[in-house]
């Protein structure tokens, strides 16, 4: 342990502790609060609630190298594919590719659903 306290690795310095098993802390007391009560939060959904089919598909977790013309060749028939970008110009890692109607949208995320794209 002591060999290995403030050792360096990758340019940082390491911290090594003997872990001495969980410690009994003493309870806090309650916090006092002084806002007014907070409204109760509408509901986010209505489980009854029917959603519109969309024509548009969300494309999450996209690599920073991705653009809009490298998304467009992963899902063909589109009629817009557009990588989000940041206010800096850096892509947001994510994309929406519209098609001409729901069904064609729905094709496309059964067919392109877990595939790599530029992987």
Do not use: C
């Amino acid at each position: 342990v002591a060999a290995m306290h403030d050792a360096d690795f990758q340019g940082r310095k390491l911290l090594v502790r003997e872990d001495r098993g969980p410690v009994k802390k003493e309870p806090r007391p309650p916090r006092q609060n002084d806002r007014p009560a907070r409204k109760p939060r509408a509901p986010q959904y209505d489980e009854n609630e029917v959603i519109p089919e969309s024509n548009t598909i969300f494309v999450g977790n996209l690599k920073w190298d991705v653009d809009s013309a490298t998304l467009a060749m992963y899902f063909p028939g589109h009629i817009e594919a557009n990588v989000q970008t940041r206010r800096d110009g850096r892509s947001a890692g994510y994309g929406l590719v519209t098609y001409e109607n729901s069904a064609l949208a729905a094709d496309a995320i059964t067919v392109s659903n877990g595939i790599d794209i530029n992987g």
